[in-house]
T-cell receptor, first 109, second 117 residues
């Protein structure tokens, strides 16, 4: 079967750094997406990784290791508005998007 | 760019009635549109994928006669929940992609919250 694992919930402090991990076992791999979803709203695109390594985009960075079936989303200089769920999604060999359950990130002052 | 709208934002209806949800790509032509359902504190569940001018492809376990999808143009797809029941209450989200590539970023609409009494 296909499986995406993420922590259910994480808590961090405003101004700090947090790393949200995602591990996957899928039939094939054609890339990994990270989306942000605020409560009651639709997801918004954060990043797409298909090659190994770290991609930085402002305060957010995303890392991928295909050999380990592992990715993480790194959020720096946390702000209260970063409180949201972060969804990891993998594109499998059929180019279908397999979604993780999401990680709820709580930011405390 | 790449804005997707949904209408209505929320709807409350009586059990047994049908509800239509519209999904529009406002500034691009969407070859492919996706319909998702999300229950509280759960991830997105893909219901169906639709390509303009052809029948939608439904995921296993999704009743095609209950969830009617029409993708009549490159900018509009509709989802009709027929004979809605309380268990159909959920957050329905559509997304759209440009298409033509193997891996496409999906642009999500703001979602429609359906409550069936």
């Amino acid at each position: 079967g296909q499986n995406i694992d993420q922590p259910t919930e994480m808590t961090a402090t405003e101004g700090a750094i947090v790393q949200i991990n995602c591990t996957y076992q899928t039939s094939g791999f054609n890339g990994l997406f990270w989306y942000q979803q605020h409560a009651g709203e639709a997801p918004t695109f954060l990043s797409y990784n298909v090659l190994d390594g770290l991609e930085e985009k402002g305060r957010f960075s995303s890392f991928l290791s295909r050999s380990k079936g592992y990715s993480y989303l790194l959020l720096k200089e946390l702000q209260m508005k970063d409180s949201a769920s972060y969804l990891c999604a993998v594109v499998d060999s059929n180019y279908q998007l397999i979604w993780g359950a999401g990680t709820k990130l709580i930011i405390k002052p | 760019g790449a804005v997707v709208s949904q209408h209505p934002s929320w709807v409350i209806c009586k059990s047994g009635t049908s509800v239509k949800i519209e999904c529009r790509s406002l500034d691009f032509q969407a070859t492919t549109m996706f319909w998702y359902r999300q229950f509280p504190k759960q991830s997105l569940m893909l219901m169906a994928t639709s390509n303009e001018g052809s029948k939608a492809t439904y995921e296993q376990g999704v009743e095609k006669d209950k969830f009617l999808i029409n993708h009549a143009s490159l900018t509009l797809s509709t989802l009709t929940v027929t004979s809605a029941h309380p268990e159909d209450s959920s957050f329905y989200i559509c997304s759209a992609s440009f298409g033509g590539r193997d891996v496409d970023e999906q642009f999500f609409g703001p979602g429609t919250r359906l409550t069936v009494l």
